[in-house]
Nanobody, 122 residues
Framework: QVQLVESGGGLVQAGDSLRLSCAASGRTLRTSTMGWFRQATGNEREFVARLSWRSGITYYADYADSVNGRFTISRGSAKTTLYLQMSSLKPEDTAVYYC????????????WGQGTQVTVSS
């Protein structure tokens, strides 16, 4: 089992930056792909970004077109924390953001966090 806890959400203005964190615990040594997803009210959950690694080295980062160039996904030095640095935020980025682990593709992950709310005002 892998436990995921997100933090860092909040209310910001358009154009601001925000960094989300995801603390992973449990069977994390066997996790090699983690990602961020989001769900706006009334919408389906959508892919945001995904990070894959082997032997502790990042070899693949994948972003949704809507956030590419504005968001950056990364891992902490302790390898148990996943980050999402969000810049140039837009009102349409408003959503609950979820951290996920063991992600086979842009839709399928085994483990999910509870989510953190990000609200971007215009």
């Amino acid at each position: 089992q892998v436990q995921l806890v997100e933090s860092g959400g909040g209310l910001v203005q358009a154009g601001d930056s925000l960094r989300l964190s995801c603390a992973a615990s449990g069977r994390t040594l066997r996790t090699s792909t983690m990602g961020w997803f989001r769900q706006a009210t009334g919408n389906e959950r959508e892919f945001v970004a995904r990070l894959s690694w082997r032997s502790g080295i990042t070899y693949y980062a994948d972003y949704a077109d809507s956030v590419n160039g504005r968001f950056t996904i990364s891992r902490g030095s302790a390898k148990t924390t996943l980050y999402l640095q969000m810049s140039s935020l837009k009102p349409e980025d408003t959503a609950v953001y979820y951290c996920a682990a063991d992600c086979a593709d842009r839709r399928t992950c085994v483990y999910w966090g509870q989510g953190t709310q990000v609200t971007v005002s215009s």
